[in-house]
């Protein structure tokens, strides 16, 4: 079991430009989720999902879109990145009580 | 905004039990307690969690008053590795009440293990 897995790592955008986040897990989980951490806080929740083709909204959800076509794959997309969007982004999958997390991307908007 | 209060920083001795506490003197009676630990700048890592009861398992032992309003996380033999930020948060379980379970991640407590 990889568990869930992110791409890429880091990577630096410039002002405007789009990107997709991919987050997969290999678990089964319907439950999933996107947080972003800034330097120094907790983990905000940006959109969820509780399985294929149904996603919500979490507590920061402006900027972000995403999909949820299959169980294993929940991909955040940035559009028109912005200077706040600076963060590390951290993609979940839940099992019945604990999630279990990716090891993150770090993105960096110049 | 997070439903605990966490202390924001606390050192332990390599060996010594690591002893976290945590208020919540809002919390309902369908939300569970968990832990959660950030090493560094890795992902989230469960530790426990529990519902009224104490609770142990290899990682930590979970002690929660009984009137619920606050609860330890006890790390019974603190090593270099348990060096962390540790979150305390409540959270029902999903789809209770119309809640999905999310979890609200205060900033935690900086836990130093020292050699």
């Known amino acids: 079991n990889a568990g869930v897995t992110q791409t890429p790592k880091f990577r630096i955008l410039k002002i405007g430009q789009s990107m997709t986040l991919q987050c997969t897990q290999d678990?089964?989980?319907?439950?999933m989720y996107w947080y972003r951490q800034d330097p120094g806080m907790g983990l905000k929740l940006i959109y969820y999902?509780?399985?294929?083709?149904?996603?919500d909204k979490g507590e920061v959800p402006n900027g972000y879109n995403v999909s949820r076509s299959t169980t294993e794959d929940f991909p955040l997309r940035l559009e028109l990145a912005a200077p706040s969007q600076t963060s590390v982004y951290f993609c979940?999958?839940?099992?019945?009580?604990?999630?279990?997390f990716g090891p993150g991307t770090r993105l960096t908007v110049t | 905004d997070a439903k605990t209060t966490q202390p924001t920083s606390m050192d332990c001795a390599e060996g010594r039990a690591a002893n976290l506490p945590c208020n919540h003197s809002?919390?309902?009676?369908?939300?569970?307690v968990y832990w959660y630990r950030q090493i560094h700048s890795q992902g989230p890592q469960y530790i426990i969690h529990?519902?009224?009861n104490n609770e142990t398992n290899e990682m930590a032992s979970l002690i929660i008053t009984e009137d619920r309003k606050s609860s330890t996380l006890i790390l019974p033999h603190a090593t270099l590795r348990d060096t962390a930020v540790y979150y305390c948060?409540?959270?029902?379980?999903?789809?209770?009440?119309?809640?999905?379970?999310?979890?609200?991640f205060g900033k935690g407590t900086k836990l130093s293990v020292k050699p």
């Open positions: 979940a999958s839940k099992a019945v009580y604990e999630q279990y």
């Open positions: 678990m089964n989980h319907n439950y």
């Open positions: 999902s509780v399985g294929a083709g149904i996603t």
């Open positions: 809002t919390i309902s009676g369908n939300e569970y």
């Open positions: 529990g519902l009224k």
């Open positions: 948060i409540v959270s029902p379980l999903m789809n209770y009440g119309g809640s999905q379970g999310n979890l609200i």
